[in-house]
């Protein structure tokens, strides 16, 4: 049993011949071609760099990969951004605009505010005044 097995790794070692018949057909064999055939047999050198080739291109190739993979990434982080920064800006513009209207809006005389104790501070025209031109202000600023 051991003398089968060692036998059959012994072959399976066996070297692999790639050789062209007369009619020109190429075969690969693991036993050497006939005399008619023409050998053609790569040399241990020849295999090395075309080892080494293919390992420079794999390296090229997953280089590129990594590069257009982080642009992506990077693209799609960017992307994020803008768009958290234009929900933002929507979102200030929505309450300018809702502060300019409650300020503007005659039927309601009296607008107040909350102060630091949580206490409401009634404004007076003057501060009413004071505030309608800061939220107009806001509106320019945020709604553009």
Sequence with gaps: ???????????????????TDAQGKV??????????????????????????KAKQSLDARDQAYQKRSK???????KAEKEAEQ????????????KNLSTLQNASTPRIY????AGQRVYMDD?????ALASSQKSVTQFCK
Excluded at 27 to 35: E, S, V
Excluded at 71 to 77: G, I, L, N, Q, V
């Design 126 to 130: 003057s501060a009413r005044e004071s």
């Design 86 to 97: 234009a929900r933002i800006a929507r979102e200030n513009c929505d309450k300018a605009r």
């Design 113 to 116: 505010t909350t102060n630091a």
């Design 1 to 19: 049993m051991v003398w089968g097995v060692l036998a059959f790794s012994a072959h399976a070692h066996a070297d692999l011949y790639k050789w």
């Design 71 to 77: 642009e992506a990434k990077d693209a799609r982080d």
């Design 27 to 52: 075969h690969y064999t693991d036993q050497p071609p006939t005399l008619n055939s023409q050998t053609i047999k790569p040399s241990s050198a020849g295999q090395g760099e075309t080892t080494s």
